[in-house]
């Protein structure tokens, strides 16, 4: 049984009822889930569960809870001998307030029309509905299976908590018309693990704070350098939005394998051999010293590729015996690019 109530947009989904709205969806992430019969015929389950679907007949409607208390078994029309369809299985409120007569909440399939390339059917007979899922009916079929159904169910924004997907994929097709500043929390168990923003085109961190850890690379074999030549050790490469700070650090350990004491310099940026930034170390022979050096910049959108180079300054040889390469974003350089 399907129970609905009119209701308007409360403050656990404040910011109306306009079309991309996150007062829209289903409460939990199981609720009116869509599945294969038991048996797979042509039909398919839809699970128990709360929803909120956005009123679309008018600017002022509101939004309405609705509820199913059980699983509701919906009946898919023959297929096609020939060409294959979509069809949509929704939740809808009827409003006679708004339109018509009848005044319920229903789950429904809405029939689409075969065709070599066919497309989801119009839901404009459909007013204030939600959508579940799409199901693929290939021409000739006979029974409904997992693989022919698509989750299609947003989740509504939840006063208090974020919604949380374990990845930015399941997030896409629960929020499927995200607005800008909408959130969720990417629950992945790994160093990506947190909240996300979306900022009118794309979800990332919040602009206003650093995002940390960019690139990361560490030195493999030895490698032996050049005296008034710099040498490559180590190259990242990384793009970030523009109007973000970045900074570059450098990290190695030089070993004095020559006849003589030395300098030697360690630097960091993107051009070999003209180094943004650069530290050195005096080595006696078969010395060995650790040389920090970095640099900080405003990025580009563009693509970017750092070094991590060594030289020797007088004429004695040289060996760089381990070294790393870290690149970091610590904050924003200016507006949201």
């Not at 029939?111 to 509905?129: I, M, Q, R, W, Y």
């Not at 169910?153 to 607005?179: D, Y």
């Not at 570059?248 to 930034?277: C, K, M, R």
């Not at 050096?293 to 693509?303: E, L, N, R, V, W």
């Amino acid at each position: 049984m399907l129970g609905g109530m009119l209701g308007t947009a409360t403050g656990s989904f404040a910011g109306g009822v306009a079309s991309a709205d996150p007062a829209h969806g289903v409460v939990r992430a199981t609720d009116f889930a869509v599945t294969q019969n038991g048996t797979p015929n042509m039909s398919v389950n839809v699970a128990a569960g709360g929803a909120f679907i956005r009123g679309t007949l008018n600017a002022n409607q509101g939004a309405y809870h609705v509820w199913n208390d059980g699983t509701v078994n919906l009946s898919i029309s023959a297929a096609d001998a020939t060409n294959g369809r979509r069809d949509l299985v929704i939740a809808q409120v009827r409003d006679a307030a708004y339109s018509g007569a009848t005044n319920d909440a229903r789950i429904t399939v809405v029939t689409g029309t075969p065709a070599a390339s066919p497309a989801d059917p119009s839901l404009a007979s459909f007013p204030n509905a939600l959508v579940l899922a799409r199901i693929t009916v290939a021409a000739g079929d006979t029974a409904i299976n997992t693989a022919d159904i698509t989750d299609l169910r947003p989740l509504a924004n939840q006063s208090g908590k974020m919604p949380t997907f374990t990845t930015q994929a399941l997030a896409t097709v629960a929020i499927p018309s995200p607005v800008d500043g909408q959130a969720f929390y990417l629950g992945s168990n790994t160093a990506t693990e947190g909240p996300l923003y979306h900022n009118g085109s794309a979800f990332r961190l919040p602009w206003n704070m650093p995002w940390g850890y960019v690139a990361h690379t560490v030195m493999g074999a030895n490698q032996a350098g050049a005296v008034g030549t710099w040498t490559n050790a180590i190259t990242v490469g990384f793009t970030v939005p523009a109007n973000r700070r970045i900074r570059v650090e450098g990290h190695a350990t030089i070993f004095n394998s020559g006849a003589s004491a030395s300098d030697y310099q360690v630097g960091v940026g993107p051009t070999l051999g003209s180094p943004l930034n650069n530290n050195q170390a005096y080595l006696p022979i078969g010395y060995r010293a650790g040389i920090y050096t970095s640099h900080t910049y405003t990025s580009t959108a563009a693509a970017v590729t750092e070094r991590l180079q060594f030289q020797g300054v007088l004429s004695t040889a040289l060996v760089l015996i381990g070294g790393t390469l870290s690149v970091t974003d610590i904050g924003p350089a200016g507006a949201p690019a």
